[in-house]
């Protein structure tokens, strides 16, 4: 079983950054693949970014690449999500998850993922 825990959300003003971490524990953290997803009020999660089980495949949404940074550190069993220039449509809860898929790349839907974490507030004011 693998247990997932998001911090660092909070209130920001729009042009601001925070950074995010998803703290994992149970079964070999370094294995899998993880993912960011958000959902915003009244609509479907969405992917922001993955990166592969070697940290060597990164993927981002259209609408954070630029501004967002996804990576991992093994050794703490923790993945980052550091995002910038934040802008009020970042407003979500964001999630992060894991995908025991171990191929190559990283994958954008969120049905494939298998463990989630409960989500952390980000609220970006204008």
């Known amino acids: 079983q693998v247990q997932l825990v998001e911090s660092g959300g909070g209130l920001v003003q729009a042009g601001g950054s925070l950074r995010l971490s998803c703290a994992a524990s149970?079964?070999?953290?370094?294995?899998?693949?993880m993912g960011w997803f958000r959902q915003a009020p009244g609509k479907e999660r969405a992917f922001v970014a993955a990166?592969?089980?070697?940290?060597?495949?990164?993927d981002y949404a259209d609408s954070v690449k630029g501004r967002f940074t996804i990576s991992r550190d093994s050794a703490k069993n923790t993945v980052y999500l550091q995002m910038a220039v934040l802008k009020p449509e970042d407003t979500a809860v964001y999630y992060c998850?894991?995908?025991?898929?171990?191929?190559?790349?990283?994958?954008?839907?969120?049905?494939?993922?298998?463990?989630w974490g409960q989500g952390t507030q980000v609220t970006v004011s204008s």
């Open positions: 998850a894991v995908d025991t898929f171990r191929g190559f790349g990283v994958r954008r839907t969120a049905q494939l993922y298998e463990y």
């Open positions: 990166i592969s089980w070697s940290g060597g495949s990164l």
């Open positions: 149970g079964r070999i953290f370094s294995s899998y693949a």
